[in-house]
């Protein structure tokens, strides 16, 4: 975001405010900050109802006083003063307290009628600049994002300098929901959920399983060439586990536990909430020398999460998700290159899902709160120096942020790009030198010598659940034919055609095809249809022509034209398709 942007934006959040005050004088007002894409605003609208129906109003009134709006003008007030602007407003008396206490001006912008505390950052000319705005939703948002406070409205909105620019959005925006996974899971009957089983527990259909499954399995065939061995740990562990690791004073809150009467006292269990542990006992189960590394165990882990209700988001963000997981334990000579080849492994999976837009995001501690972290510095660093080297090394693209380290060490997140451009937190590396001290992993060296490994976590194809969501939204529920949970449908023209439909369908799973066999009694283009509307890769349609030559009448999703296929061409063909894991 550059600093025009959040002028534009912040500007827009202002006239905002202007427009719902005018339309309900009584509402208390809080902030209205720019944020990425657009604005938004929060109110204490008291008893007053407010509704994504009040919207339009809202924005005709923010039309209506706009052109007044010629400039901001800047005021200082004292507290006192200050304070007299928002008779009753304890949210505004807070943050005046605040600014007090902390030495700070009290500034005041003032457009047309309207005025409020404000730092500064506005538009020049915001009865020119601020015309493209859009109003787009209404959430519920605590205030300062604490539970233990009141719930306002929060109204957002987005701006743009010319209309284009806005008509564009407004159209991904509109995509992006035709897209959104939690819908399409629904339509194409892929995932689930079930009070009774609780929020972010999802049920995977027999189609959602399909796809599952195929990934799991397109994994474990990856990583058997790769050089990585499967292992099977646990779903439950006892609380000393993560006590070593370190993540019961962050975490605890976050793990399912369970209690058993135990032996002579009740004992508590944790569900796992990560593999890692697992995975170090399995390392320090025998002697390991410097001959056995790197080793990589890998482990398509079911993990759960005891994540916010608030951020629950259908299967990209559950609380139970199986992990495409595993630790890679090296020397600290082979680290750089270790990494090299996971990023390698990443690049591999993109190419072949055709992501081409992605890069990585070096997660460091956040200077301020560097008590939140474990572990010494000397670590910290080297780990941070390694990954750099790595991802130089790699030539990958990546950027830094001084935030979201692993409460031990800094971590990587790779994103990636769907086919509209929105940004998806696939998988987190790590390249760890604090938890084989937690666990005293070590190898002998050459020398006889007792050293630390150096373990890598890495997940690229995320979680099983994640990854399906994200394709979901990426292919628009248009899988590629590896991946789509039917593959063909076979559709007789007439009931006098069902013979050799049944054939054919019967080749075709024979040969290992997902096919469906359709001889409902409707017309064939209401059959064709819901064939279309389940996105599937080919329909087949057969009569007597078809019978006659023992062929197939082909509609491939995504062309117009029916094409005609002699029955060995066309089963040669997807089975091709499968077996390459053709995007085509
Ligand atoms: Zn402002
Ligand atoms: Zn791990």
Redesign the pocket.
């Known amino acids: 975001m550059n600093d025009e942007q959040t002028n534009l934006r912040h500007s827009a959040a202002h006239l905002l405010a202007a427009a719902v005050m005018q339309l309900w004088p009584k509402a208390l007002r809080t902030i209205g900050p720019s944020i990425e894409n657009g604005f938004y605003f929060d109110f204490d609208f008291g008893d007053t109802k407010i509704t994504q129906n009040d919207l339009p109003r809202i924005e005709a009134e923010m039309t209506r006083i706009l052109p007044a709006w010629k400039s901001f003008e800047r005021y200082e007030l004292d507290t006192d003063a200050a304070k007299k602007e928002y008779p009753g407003n304890a949210y505004k008396h807070e943050l005046i307290d605040e600014f007090t206490n902390e030495g700070q001006k009290l500034t005041f912008y003032k457009s047309g009628q309207y005025w409020d505390l404000c730092r500064g950052g506005h538009v020049d000319h915001p009865d020119r600049q601020l015309k493209h705005f859009k109003l787009l939703s209404i959430a519920g948002a605590y205030w300062r994002g604490s539970e233990k406070n009141k719930m306002l409205t929060r109204i957002y909105g987005t701006v743009f300098s010319t209309q284009k620019e806005l008509d564009d959005y407004l159209t991904i925006l509109e995509e992006a929901k035709k897209r959104d996974h939690r819908k399409l899971g629904k339509d194409l009957e892929i995932f689930t959920f079930a009070d009774e089983i609780g929020p972010g527990l999802p049920l995977w259909l027999p189609k959602g399983t399909i796809i599952k499954d195929e990934l799991e399995k397109w994994g474990k065939q990856t990583e058997a060439k790769w050089g990585y061995q499967r292992v099977s740990t646990p779903f439950l562990t006892k609380r000393e586990l993560f006590v070593t690791s370190g993540h019961v004073p962050y975490f605890e809150d976050e793990m399912y536990k369970v209690t058993v009467p135990g032996e002579n006292k009740e004992e508590t269990y944790f569900i796992k909430p990560?593999?890692?542990p697992f995975h170090h006992m399995i390392y320090k189960s025998k002697m390991r020398s410097y001959r056995d590394l790197p080793l990589k165990l890998a482990e398509y882990g079911t993990v759960a999460r005891y994540e916010d209700s608030g951020s629950l988001n259908g299967i990209l963000r559950p609380r139970l998700f199986c992990q495409n997981?595993a630790?890679v334990y090296c020397t600290e000579d082979q680290a750089v290159d270790v990494f090299v080849e996971i990023i390698r492994l990443h690049q591999y999976y993109y190419d072949a899902l055709g992501l081409k837009d992605y890069y990585i995001v070096l997660c460091l501690r956040d200077p301020a709160k560097k008590d939140k972290y474990h572990g010494e510095e000397e670590l910290w660093q080297k780990s941070e120096s390694l990954s750099r080297a790595a991802m130089d090394k790699a030539g990958v693209k990546y950027v830094v942020e001084d935030e979201g380290a692993a409460h031990y060490g800094p971590k990587m997140d790779f994103k990636i790009k769907s086919a509209i451009g929105t940004e998806y937190g696939i998988s987190t590396n790590q390249i760890d030198l604090f938890m084989p001290r937690r666990f005293d992993l070590k190898y002998t060296d050459r020398d006889g010598s007792q050293k630390y490994v150096i373990v890598q976590?890495r997940a690229p194809l995320g979680s099983s659940e994640r990854f399906v969501g994200f394709l979901l939204e990426h292919f628009a529920g248009a899988f590629p034919v590896w991946l789509a949970p039917v593959q063909s449908a076979v559709l007789p023209i007439t009931d006098k055609h069902l013979d050799y439909a049944q054939k054919v369908h019967q080749v075709l799973k024979d040969a290992g095809i997902r096919s469906e066999l359709d001889a409902r009694n409707e017309p064939l283009s209401a059959r064709v249809r819901d064939w279309e509307l389940q996105k599937v890769p080919y329909i087949l349609a057969v009569g007597d022509r078809e019978a006659q030559d023992n062929s197939v009448s082909v509609r491939k999703r995504g062309i117009a034209k029916t094409f005609s296929q002699s029955m060995p061409q066309f089963s040669a063909s997807v089975i091709k398709e499968i077996a390459t894991r053709s995007l085509a």
């Open positions: 990560m593999n890692c997981d630790h976590h």
